[in-house]
T-cell receptor, first 114, second 113 residues
Framework: AQSVTQPDIHITVSEGASLELRCNYS??????LFWYVQSPGQGLQLLLK??????LVQGIKGFEAEFKRSQSSFNLRKPSVHWSDAAEYFC????????????FGSGTRLSIRP | EPEVTQTPSHQVTQMGQEVILRCVPI?????FYWYRQILGQKVEFLVS????????KSEIFDDQFSVERPDGSNFTLKIRSTKLEDSAMYFC???????????FGEGSRLTVL
């Protein structure tokens, strides 16, 4: 079945440490790929997106993500996290076949250890 | 910066009552969406809307739900007879075109008692 998988439900990292949040998708063709962040009680904010071209994409707030076709992955990274990065992070795809609907992963909650 | 706005931010209703959630998408966007997020769970697609008709809908979007664009600016989600399990945060979103970035509103929290 077509899906978006975020295998980590909850991750805790120390402030200043590096971060990688995992995302895998299972669609026949390469979908459009997104990472959104949701702070507590807030809406969804786009961090970055991949449509085509360079597989390493830069986003806001110092985040980047790398698309790896061979692994069907689009992992989110940040070299040094800040306490304000504590939030829920959602990987999302627009399946090529759908082309108008974004499908979200189940999310990864990020906590920051002082 | 243009943004998607939603009203109300929070609504409490009795089971069986009708609820209308309102959204004003970004003005030059052509695609409109409703998503919901039950507390602590993933964001789920409900429906997408283009050219004054539904383009896609999920299994969640049953006959109790309807969407409308009554004028040039508003996009509404109606729940005809609310159930307890409809309690969730409902997000409206809009995009310029197919496959484009979705811009989300801050959500309307619906509590059904």
């Amino acid at each position: 079945a077509q899906s978006v998988t975020q295998p980590d439900i909850h991750i805790t990292v120390s402030e200043g440490a590096s971060l990688e949040l995992r995302c895998n998708y299972s669609y026949g063709a390469t979908p459009y790929l997104f990472w959104y962040v949701q702070s507590p009680g807030q809406g969804l904010q786009l961090l970055l997106k991949y449509f085509s071209g360079d597989t390493l994409v830069q986003g806001i707030k110092g985040f980047e993500a790398e698309f790896k076709r061979s692994q069907s992955s689009f992992n989110l990274r940040k070299p040094s996290v800040h306490w304000s990065d504590a939030a829920e992070y959602f990987c999302a795809v627009v399946p090529y076949s759908s082309a108008s609907t974004i499908i979200f992963g189940s999310g990864t909650r990020l906590s920051i250890r002082p | 910066e243009p943004e998607v706005t939603q009203t109300p931010s929070h609504q409490v209703t009795q089971m069986g009552q009708e609820v209308i959630l309102r959204c004003v998408p970004i003005s030059n966007h052509l695609y409109f969406y409703w998503y919901r997020q039950i507390l602590g769970q993933k964001v789920e697609f409900l429906v997408s809307f283009y050219n004054n008709e539904i383009s896609e809908k999920s299994e969640i979007f049953d006959d109790q739900f309807s969407v409308e664009r009554p004028d040039g600016s508003n996009f509404t989600l109606k729940i005809r007879s609310t159930k307890l399990e409809d309690s969730a945060m409902y997000f409206c979103a809009s995009s310029e075109g197919v496959g484009g970035e979705l811009f989300f509103g801050e959500g309307s929290r619906l509590t059904v008692l």
